[in-house]
């Protein structure tokens, strides 16, 4: 999985709805614990009224976390997105990034509980800003977390 998530990671800015909504992944951190994405406003992704069309402000909030999480926890975990919501606080325009980190100490306290038996769904937030570094949107992301079960023999 692992493997796959650096493959994905390599690949994932020609991915086709990040490519129709000029999104881009413009920093990884060495460890894959902080991704920075960025959308350039252009005709692609424009709405009705000339700023960022709010699916991509949300696209651009999506896979992050979730993959983050995969990669750090390894290949006995279960991750998934379980929900989302997004808030608009002011139109966005230009360009816009978000900045997505998981600790260590968070992906410690996950394993910790997990490993413990217990099937359970962390909240990560992050916020999309603007080039003045305001707050153009802040998005909310449920994931579920499991350990995977072996068949018995």
């Known amino acids: 999985m692992r493997r796959n998530i650096l493959q994905l990671l390599k690949w994932i800015n020609f991915y086709a709805p990040f490519l129709g909504m ?11 614990r902080t991704i920075r ?16 069309f709010g699916g991509t402000l949300y696209a ?14 390894g290949e006995d975990y279960i991750v998934w997105d379980k929900s989302a919501s997004i808030r608009f606080v002011r139109p966005g325009r230009g360009n816009v990034t978000a900045t997505f980190c998981i600790t260590q100490e968070q992906v410690d306290a996950i394993r910790a509980r997990v490993d413990a038996g217990e099937k359970i ?3 990560f937030s ?13 998005v909310d992301k449920l994931l579920y977390v499991r350990k995977k079960t072996t068949p018995s023999s």
């Not at 994405?37 to 960022?52: E, M």
């Not at 992050?126 to 305001?134: G, K, P, R």
């Open 126 to 138: 992050v916020d999309v800003m603007d080039e003045h570094n305001q707050v153009v949107a802040h």
């Open 121 to 123: 769904e962390p909240m």
């Open 37 to 52: 994405v960025q959308s350039k406003l252009n005709w692609r992704n424009l709405n009705a009224v000339g700023t960022h």
């Open 22 to 32: 000029n999104i881009r992944v413009v920093y990884k951190s060495p460890d894959l």
């Open 60 to 73: 651009m909030c999506d896979p992050w976390f979730m993959l983050i999480l995969m990669h750090a926890l």
